[in-house]
Nanobody
Framework: QVQVEESGGGLVQAGASLRLACVAS????????MGWFRRAPGKEREFVAA????????EYANSVRGRFTISNDKDKNMVFLQMNGLKPEDTAVYYC???????????????WGPGTQVSVSS
């Protein structure tokens, strides 16, 4: 049974940093991409960042580029999202996704975690 679980969310002030972690288990994820998406209150789910299995291909949403950094540990089936310079508009539930293709489209990812809340106060 595949499981995907996020951790590291919390409540911080604007300008602070948080590091999200995600671990996937239950099958081989070799050559799978891993990504982060988020859903803010009253808004659609949106792409945040994605990384290929070997880490050679990375993509960021324009809204987070330069502030967020995605990385992975493929030996542990883990992906991380270092979030610096957080803004109130970053407040959302952040979801980890695992998929057999590297894309920025949520619907292409097969496996999802339950999400972790990130709240940024002004």
């Amino acid at each position: 049974q595949v499981q995907v679980e996020e951790s590291g969310g919390g409540l911080v002030q604007a300008g602070a940093s948080l590091r999200l972690a995600c671990v996937a288990s239950g099958r081989s994820f070799r050559n799978f991409a891993m990504g982060w998406f988020r859903r803010a209150p009253g808004k659609e789910r949106e792409f945040v960042a994605a990384i290929s299995w070997w880490g050679g291909v990375i993509e960021y949403a324009n809204s987070v580029r330069g502030r967020f950094t995605i990385s992975n540990d493929k030996d542990k089936n883990m992906v991380f999202l270092q979030m610096n310079g957080l803004k109130p508009e970053d407040t959302a539930v952040y979801y980890c996704a695992v998929g057999s293709r590297f894309t920025v489209v949520a619907e292409t990812y097969e496996y999802w975690g339950p999400g972790t809340q990130v709240s940024v106060s002004s």
